[in-house]
């Protein structure tokens, strides 16, 4: 569980305060989305999770699964190569365990492991400069998931990736939230993507505006205005999803509402 009660934060004392009153809670092993403008919040909430920031006043708890009052966070960014440390794969996964200062027989049975998890067994020795951008990503979970994180956080992530590889990554944080527990927080603007989640939190101005359903969120005035500003073509694809998301199937009248709305028909 992460729980947030009257959270105030501010970067300067004299500054604009970007958390007032901020109150939520995640469950463990949940999906949730966190979208909304640039300015919103959406990173600093990030960094105050990972606990790069403090509070200024109000709580902030994380809780895992296991009961450990201060669970590792793992971090997944845009650019994968800015979190990575070694030289090769290996390297990079032993580097948190060597500092934890772990027994050798243990380093490498959560190196295979980790490995394992993300599909990454037998590239032990590539360089980290020479895989791929998913491979990298793969790479950074899987040294999040060798320290014992079992929440991920996802900011703009994959937003660079091409669709097979979004994919490719996406079915592996399902599966492992699955097998794992993981509890995962994505940032991101793609509303195809937060469909795939449990719960989607919309954020502006420090302010939680929307928190429900992904699927529910084109059908309220603040959605409709949203997806039509950032998302056009995608944004229509994502209405279309959130219908089937929502109904099972997509009734004629909806869709021909949709498409009218955007000027389709």
């Known amino acids: 569980?992460?729980?947030?009660?009257?959270?105030?934060?501010?970067?300067?004392?004299?500054?604009?305060?970007?958390?007032?009153?901020?109150?939520?809670?995640?469950?463990?092993?949940?999906?949730?989305?966190?979208?909304?403008?640039?300015?919103?919040?959406?990173?600093?909430?990030?960094?105050?999770?990972?606990?790069?920031?403090?509070?200024?006043?109000?709580?902030?708890?994380?809780?895992?699964?296991?009961?450990?009052?201060?669970p590792t966070v793992g971090y997944l960014g845009g650019d994968p190569y800015d979190c990575l440390v070694g030289v090769s794969v290996e390297e990079d996964v032993?580097?948190?365990?060597?500092?934890q200062r772990l027994p050798p027989q243990e380093i490498r049975e959560r190196l295979r492991q980790a490995l394992a998890w993300t599909g990454l067994t037998g590239l032990e020795q590539r360089l980290v400069h020479t895989l791929s951008g998913g491979e990298q990503q793969k790479l950074a979970?899987?040294?999040?998931?060798?320290?014992?994180?079992?929440?991920?956080?996802?900011?703009?992530?994959?937003?660079m990736m091409d669709r097979p590889a979004r994919a490719d990554i996406r079915e592996v944080l399902t599966g492992l939230r699955r097998d794992l527990g993981l509890s995962l927080i994505e940032m991101t603007h793609d509303f195809e993507d937060a469909l795939t989640a449990d719960r989607m939190i919309f954020l502006s101005g420090g302010e939680i505006l929307f928190d429900g359903p992904p699927a529910d969120f084109p059908r309220t005035a603040l959605g409709n205005e949203w997806i039509s500003l950032v998302g056009g073509m995608s944004g229509l694809r994502t209405e279309m999803l959130g219908l089937g998301a929502a109904c099972g199937h997509n009734s004629e009248g909806s869709v021909r509402e949709v498409l009218c709305n955007y000027k389709v028909i």
């Open 1 to 70: 569980m992460i729980s947030l009660e009257d959270l105030f934060f501010s970067y300067h004392p004299d500054g604009p305060t970007v958390f007032r009153n901020l109150t939520l809670k995640i469950e463990c092993k949940s999906w949730t989305v966190l979208t909304g403008p640039d300015g919103s919040g959406k990173t600093t909430l990030a960094r105050l999770l990972m606990g790069l920031l403090r509070p200024d006043s109000g709580s902030l708890r994380l809780d895992s699964a296991g009961g450990d009052s201060f």
């Open 141 to 159: 979970l899987a040294s999040a998931l060798a320290v014992g994180a079992r929440t991920i956080i996802i900011d703009e992530a994959l937003s």
């Open 94 to 99: 032993v580097f948190g365990l060597e500092n």
